[in-house]
């Protein structure tokens, strides 16, 4: 993503007036979709004047952007805190995967987020999947050569699989009503029960 295109702020009450506008986007962008939100309903919605939008923003697309990319930064983080210290591929599966369906509960307007970008620009849809991608592949080529992963497998379209898998498991997630811990293991284990007898030796 090209920085120049925002600006983060500088100040506390800056930081304040930021983090409103981000809100305000991430809320309007999930209900109404990227094209059908302008700039002067998130300043009117954020309550804002128009010249603070632009002390941050250049456009809109500048702040779809950033909200992509902080919550691909945001995923990230999840999940490599939900692996951990944890050695195998086998179990940073399982831990990454619980990880994300947690983050999906927890904050649902992610994939609405996410989802819409194939329409709002498809090279920043694209994007965002490949580079995901890149690196799922750089470790599964890591779990291959320990013999962990089948070698006969083309790692990256077992990377989409898995993402795929992470996804659609996601929305299992996100049309329930409740969600315990005890049904994050369950579905887990569902899972990792399929990649067992699939991807690994």
Same mark, same amino acid.
């Given at each position: 993503?090209?920085? +120049?295109?925002?600006?983060?702020?500088?100040?506390?009450?800056?930081?304040?007036?930021?983090?409103? @506008?981000?809100?305000?986007?991430?809320?309007?962008?999930?209900?109404?979709?990227? /094209?059908?939100?302008?700039?002067?309903?998130?300043?009117?919605?954020?309550?804002?004047?128009?010249?603070?939008?632009?002390?941050?923003?250049?456009?809109?697309?500048? %702040?779809?952007?950033?909200?992509?990319?902080?919550?691909?930064?945001?995923?990230?983080?999840?999940?490599?805190?939900?692996?951990?210290?944890?050695?195998?591929?086998?179990?940073?599966?399982?831990?990454?995967? !619980?990880?994300?369906?947690? =983050?999906?509960?927890?904050?649902?307007?992610?994939? !609405?987020? @996410?989802?819409?970008? +194939?329409?709002?620009?498809?090279?920043?849809?694209?994007?965002?999947?490949?580079?995901?991608?890149?690196?799922?592949?750089?470790?599964?080529?890591?779990?291959?050569?320990?013999?962990?992963? !089948?070698?006969?497998?083309? %790692?990256?379209?077992?990377?989409?699989?898995?993402?795929?898998?992470?996804? =659609?498991?996601?929305?299992?997630?996100?049309?329930?009503?409740?969600?315990?811990?005890?049904?994050?293991?369950?579905?887990?284990? /569902?899972? +990792?029960?399929?990649?067992?007898?699939?991807? =690994?030796?």
């Amino acid at each position: 993503m090209d920085q +120049m295109n925002y600006r983060l702020p500088k100040r506390k009450d800056g930081q304040k007036t930021f983090d409103q @506008i981000i809100e305000t986007a991430k809320k309007l962008f999930s209900k109404n979709g990227y /094209q059908a939100t302008s700039i002067n309903e998130i300043i009117n919605k954020a309550g804002i004047a128009t010249g603070t939008f632009y002390l941050y923003f250049d456009d809109k697309f500048a %702040l779809y952007s950033y909200l992509l990319a902080k919550y691909r930064k945001s995923i990230r983080k999840a999940i490599s805190e939900g692996i951990g210290d944890s050695k195998t591929r086998y179990e940073k599966e399982r831990l990454g995967l !619980r990880a994300f369906l947690k =983050f999906a509960w927890q904050d649902p307007l992610a994939y !609405r987020i @996410i989802w819409e970008s +194939m329409f709002a620009d498809k090279a920043l849809f694209r994007e965002y999947y490949e580079t995901f991608s890149h690196d799922y592949i750089r470790q599964l080529h890591h779990a291959v050569d320990d013999g962990e992963v !089948r070698e006969d497998l083309d %790692l990256e379209t077992l990377s989409y699989i898995l993402m795929g898998i992470s996804n =659609f498991v996601g929305l299992q997630i996100l049309f329930r009503d409740t969600l315990t811990d005890q049904d994050l293991d369950r579905i887990t284990e /569902q899972v +990792m029960k399929v990649l067992k007898s699939g991807m =690994f030796n």
